[in-house]
């Protein structure tokens, strides 16, 4: 006899098998058994027996279609979207084992979920068709500055952006923001208190909202399958559930996150799968939107403002695109039309990956070409210069550089490699790949160059670091080309004076320390000093290493440098890493100098 109980539709007397077994069905009068939609289940046991009845039994859309999960409290009753053509591998819960072999499942005779999403069974609420309320989860730097300009920009729309991290939050309510973004003060002095809110409370932010902006760091996977490369999902999917767990009205989820192609579907899958019922029964739905962004730090204000373009990603159903055109209708308060460009959900996914992808492979290209021009006295800004001059090149993104740094670029393109060796793309995933290890050369190869100019030594000797966010005008140190060379001048045994006018001291000392190193934070504290100012950094420095384009290195006088020199020792080297000093200037001074991509003829005949 089949062990399951099965309750044909809305009566608890009807006790029958799917295959005709006569039951008692126990579960209805119990009071932890759900109802819903006043219908008791359809089956209704332990994990493994369901399993093993739904192998046995032929369903039929009449008498089962939703799914639901109470193991400890019968208040969390999960009822996932089940299609009747479902093989059961792809009935979430079951496959994904979100149930432990004690807890008790009951399928339930609710909505027959189609392809679409639509119900037709139950009425399903319709997500919003125009935005009135923003929630935005992930108060970091892509969610703070994106939704203080959605928020400064739409004055009509209440925008609440939420962190799991009190400490974040308490920092965008006060005044020293989390992140340094020029003209990010501005705009959350306007808007706070106004329509700009900060918040832990995400469950409350997530019911209020029309549209919730998913922007939760992703960052490579340090552990597992594709431990290295592939991305970090878990924050997204976290997200994901609390959204499907307290969320009491149909909503736009929007992917803010870079994310691998096709993570809509995952998400898609939760949400339908948790999906509940408003206080009046109708089912309520989620669609899901891909909507990358491509601001660069430094420049995040200006990019928002004013996008090359804004890529919103939808399903190619009306529900799809009704909900891209809500998306599209906020943007619309300052972009223009035309630079909202729609496409499916995975091309919009793929596009952000591929354009961080392109990006960071010109920089790879230029910096490989550096190489051959310090090796030939041909001079990279030349090269780039004449390259970008045929209007298919373009100028932008060609400065040679130390390496290129940064949350994302690197991520974006392991992430990438994975995504092309998962598909058994290998040559695909090589090609990509290529990019990484020409960034990691250019920056070993720059850090040989110091040592070895340096007569070969550099053991106790000090080195002044100028610059140690990724790039200018951010705070951010994250894959800084500064924290590699380093760590290489710590191996070094040098004596390191690090100035940046931007990140702080704790945040340098957490960067340089090596994790689970015993002692390490204190070896960094002996060997690693932080200035205030440039000229601290380098007095009784023998070389000075340019990190970081900042403009105040930029625009630093010959009177400076000669200052600079005076207080250091001599041979006195300066190092320019980002091509930001004027080589002759400096040498006038008395400076033996290396810019990345010089030849030594052009800049100084001591390496001839
Ligand atoms: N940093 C950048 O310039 C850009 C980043 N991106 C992408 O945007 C995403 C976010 O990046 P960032 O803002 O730089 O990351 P971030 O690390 O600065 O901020 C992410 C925030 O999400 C919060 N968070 C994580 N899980 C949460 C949860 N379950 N509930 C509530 N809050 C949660 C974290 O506490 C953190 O404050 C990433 O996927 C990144 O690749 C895209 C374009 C530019
Ligand atoms: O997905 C992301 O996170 C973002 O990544 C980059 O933005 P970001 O990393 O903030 O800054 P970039 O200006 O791209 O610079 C990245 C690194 O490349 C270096 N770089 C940049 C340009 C160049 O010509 N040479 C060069 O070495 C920079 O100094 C920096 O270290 C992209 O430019 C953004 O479009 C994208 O949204």
Request: proline residues 5%.
């Amino acid at each position: 006899m089949c062990p399951l109980l099965f309750c044909s539709s809305r009566s608890a007397s009807q006790l029958v098998c799917l295959r005709g077994c006569p039951l008692k069905f126990a579960g209805t009068s119990d009071p932890s058994v759900p109802r819903h939609h006043g219908s008791h289940p359809a089956f209704l046991g332990p994990l493994s027996l369901v399993q093993s009845a739904l192998k046995c039994c032929s369903f039929s859309s009449e008498c089962c279609s939703a799914l639901c999960l109470f193991p400890s409290r019968p208040s969390l009753v999960i009822p996932p979207p089940f299609r009747p053509d479902h093989h059961l591998n792809e009935f979430p819960l079951l496959s994904r084992s979100a149930a432990g072999a004690q807890d008790i499942i009951a399928v339930m005779p609710a909505a027959v979920i189609n392809l679409n999403g639509s119900s037709s069974h139950s009425p399903v609420q319709s997500v919003p068709s125009h935005v009135r309320s923003i929630c935005c989860i992930g108060a970091g730097y892509v969610g703070g500055p994106t939704c203080s300009v959605i928020a400064l920009k739409c004055p009509h729309i209440k925008v609440t952006i939420v962190d799991v991290n009190p400490v974040r939050i308490a920092a965008w309510n006060s005044d020293v923001l989390p992140v340094f973004e020029p003209g990010l003060d501005a705009v959350v002095r306007e808007c706070r208190g106004r329509n700009l809110f900060f918040s832990t409370d995400i469950d409350k932010a997530i019911q209020e909202a029309d549209l919730i902006f998913v922007s939760v760091n992703t960052p490579t996977k340090t552990s597992g399958v594709g431990k290295g490369f592939a991305a970090d999902l878990h924050y997204v999917e976290a997200s994901t559930r609390r959204i499907a767990s307290v969320a009491t009205s149909s909503k736009i989820i929007v992917e803010k996150s870079t994310v691998p192609c096709r993570t809509a579907a995952s998400m898609r899958t939760i949400l339908e799968s948790n999906s509940s019922y408003t206080a009046d029964g109708t089912l309520i739905s989620f669609q899901i939107l891909s909507n990358p962004e491509f601001l660069a730090e430094g420049t995040a204000i200006r990019d928002l403002m004013a996008p090359d373009r804004v890529l919103i990603g939808s399903l190619d159903t009306q529900q799809g695109k009704a909900a891209a055109n809500a998306l599209s209708e906020v943007y619309q308060n300052w972009v223009d039309p035309t630079k909202i460009y729609q496409t499916g959900l995975w091309s919009s996914e793929l596009s952000k990956l591929a354009a961080n992808a392109l990006l960071a492979q010109r920089i790879s290209s230029i910096n490989s070409l550096s190489a051959i021009c310090e090796a030939t006295g041909a001079d990279v800004d030349e090269v780039a210069h004449a390259c970008g001059l045929d209007a298919r090149i373009g100028p932008k993104f060609l400065k040679a550089s130390v390496g290129f740094g940064g949350s994302c670029f690197q991520k974006d393109i392991l992430n990438l490699v994975y995504l092309s060796e998962s598909l058994g793309l290998s040559e695909v995933a090589d090609y990509w790949h290529q990019v990484i290890k020409m960034n990691e050369y250019s920056k070993s190869r720059f850090a040989r160059k110091v040592v070895s100019t340096l007569f070969n030594t550099i053991t106790m000797k000090k080195i002044a670091v100028l610059g140690f966010a990724f790039k200018k005008d951010t705070g951010d140190t994250r894959e800084s080309a500064a924290i590699t060379l380093c760590k290489y001048f710590r191996q070094e045994r040098a004596q390191i004076s690090i100035y940046d006018p931007k990140v702080t001291t704790n945040q340098i000392m957490l960067d340089l320390t090596e994790p689970g190193v015993l002692d390490d934070s204190q070896a960094v504290q002996q060997q690693v000093k932080i200035a205030t100012s440039m000229k601290e950094a380098c007095e009784d420095a023998e070389a000075v290493i340019i990190c970081t384009e900042w403009d105040e290195f930029r625009d630093a006088t010959a009177q400076d440098w000669d200052e600079i020199y005076r207080s250091m020792k001599k041979p006195a080297f300066v190092f320019d890493g980002r091509g930001i000093v004027d080589a002759k200037v400096l040498r006038s001074v008395g400076f033996k100098v290396h810019a990345v991509g010089k030849g030594p003829l052009i800049v100084d005949p001591i390496w001839a």
